[in-house]
């Protein structure tokens, strides 16, 4: 067994023992890893830790990001075989939110929209089966979840695999017969000589050969509809890994350079290398019996009725459709997600509690959602009375050139992360809303730029914002910025917004922003 030794920034040493989950790390911590073998490799969330040259030798530095979840680390020998592999459990930073309210955050997008929880950080998180939704890196997980089990479950087939027996006529000699039907027996009296051979005399013609009888062989056929099903799977799988790849490719050819993300490119290598090694094993698998020599490929009732009874097919059936199944809803199970960093995770939580808290302000409104190609550009409209409320996530306000038409912006193009406008009888209103998952007081008065921007450059057909706030996930870093006496006399400011408040506190901002008394 393989233990590594871990040191924190604060000097704080723990191990890492295989296959246990290890706790202890901080979204953006500073780590050091000691114990590996010579020449080995470490590898986290599939990218390589280089090594670093300190006072006290040459050291493996890792750094988290802006993420939370669980992280996989492989350790690799010289010629890229696995060593051991670990599992880490990288908590918030306590300073702005706990372990289980950051959870709560993710049951409660999980519930409203799991498409808005794909990200592509080193982190995990556990998901459901259920449901339609996915995307490449949802396709790439379970590939890599169920691709050893897989492979073994085809290879057993291959050993034993389903037969059907089929009878088809075969030419035999006349010394080889031990049974003959009727069928045969009338052919073979039509040929020239037969009645000699069954009286035990000569053949007519003493160069001629004995007449064959034609009789009827049963044939152990592998061309049946179970093994036809799992052929059509065998494809299917390879043609995933086909799609896949390229598709890692371009996303991380297309990739937007963010200090607050993890890039995808540094991960890139063992991705292909993994997803490339399997179709290899797929495409070996192909060239065996009983999938070499499958007429043609198909699932109906048939093959899944053999399947269901045979448990080796079944299991490699199950595992087959565990590896292509869309879905992240319903209760969890042993499955996990790349998660978004923490601090999209906040924002998008940010926008459903708004649009939660304008359905109970306005519960008489007509309410329909509306999406653009990006999965974070959303918009939920109200309307109904006379009255139109909309809430919008990343909503792009335009440069304006001449015309202040519009949702325009004074300077430069913005793209707040929250909008709500409101039309009651002809009064319009607009609130802006940006969620920074900031909560020290130099960080805070830094993101308080964006509140000055947005409150000084946004339009609404030439109308400002009436007020524009921060959102954060704890109080106390400015404090008097978070009156709403400061609100009301500056029209910007800060309001404290995470799952351990009282969602009464939104609903009253929001109503005395929009004339709505709660």
């Not at 064959?212 to 890994?241: K, S, W």
């Amino acid at each position: 067994m393989l233990i590594l030794t871990c040191t924190d920034q604060f000097d704080a040493h723990f191990e890492l023992t295989p296959g246990a989950p290890c706790s202890g790390f901080r979204e953006n911590g500073v780590y050091r890893f000691a114990g590996l073998p010579p020449g080995a490799s470490l590898y986290i969330d599939e990218a390589r830790v280089d090594s670093e040259s300190t006072s006290g030798g040459t050291q493996l530095r890792w750094q988290p990001g802006f993420y939370a979840g669980e992280v996989s680390v492989e350790v690799l020998d010289a010629y890229g075989e696995l060593l051991a592999s670990y599992r880490l459990d990288v908590g918030t930073d306590e300073s702005k939110l706990g372990g289980g309210l950051f959870q709560q955050m993710l049951d409660a997008i999980h519930a409203y929209d799991p498409e808005l929880v794909f990200g592509t950080e080193s982190a995990q998180s556990s998901i459901g089966k259920n449901g339609d939704v996915t995307s490449l890196l949802l396709q790439y997980a379970r590939l890599r979840r169920y691709a050893d089990d897989l492979v073994r479950s085809y290879h057993a087939i291959s050993a034993q695999p389903l037969t059907r027996l089929r009878h088809q006529r075969q030419r035999t000699s006349f010394q080889r017969v031990r049974r003959i039907d009727v069928t045969s027996a009338r052919r073979f009296m039509r040929q020239p000589g037969a009645v000699s051979i069954l009286r035990k005399g000569p053949v007519l013609e003493s160069h001629a050969s004995p007449p064959a009888f034609d009789v009827m062989h049963g044939i152990e056929d592998v061309n049946n509809p179970a093994n036809r099903a799992l052929a059509g799977a065998l494809a299917l799988l390879r043609l995933r890994c086909r799609l896949v790849a390229d598709a890692l490719v371009r996303l991380s050819a297309s990739e937007r350079q963010d200090s607050a993300r993890a890039p995808l490119a540094n991960r890139l290598d063992r991705k292909l290398m993994f997803v490339e090694a399997f179709s290899r094993q797929l495409a070996s698998i192909a060239k065996l019996p009983p999938f070499s020599t499958i007429t043609r490929a198909a699932m109906d009732s048939a093959g899944l009725t053999a399947i269901s009874a045979h448990p080796v097919y079944a299991r490699a059936y199950r595992l087959a459709w565990a590896s292509l199944r869309p879905g992240v809803e319903g209760p969890a199970i042993d499955e996990s997600l790349w998660l978004s960093p923490t601090w999209e995770i906040y924002e998008r939580w940010c926008f459903i509690s708004v649009v939660m808290a304008l359905r109970e302000l306005y519960p008489r409104l007509k309410w329909t959602c509306q999406r653009r190609r990006r999965v974070d550009v959303i918009r939920h409209v109200g309307t109904g009375d006379g009255t139109r409320i909309e809430a919008s996530l990343q909503r792009t306000f335009l440069s304006a050139s001449k015309s202040m038409t519009g949702m325009r912006s004074a300077s430069l193009q913005l793209r707040p992360d929250i909008v709500v406008t409101a039309e009651v009888s002809g009064q319009r209103r607009m609130v802006v809303l940006d969620a920074k998952y900031r909560t020290s007081r130099r960080n805070v008065l830094d993101a308080m730029q964006s509140a000055h921007l947005y409150q000084d450059a946004l339009r609404w057909d030439g109308r400002r914002p009436d007020c524009s706030l921060l959102l954060v996930p704890r109080g106390g870093g400015a404090p008097w910025l978070e009156e709403p006496a400061f609100h009301e006399s500056n029209r910007t400011g800060i309001h404290v917004l995470s799952p351990e408040d009282d969602a009464e506190g939104l609903r009253v901002l929001l109503g005395r922003w929009l004339g709505v008394r709660p």
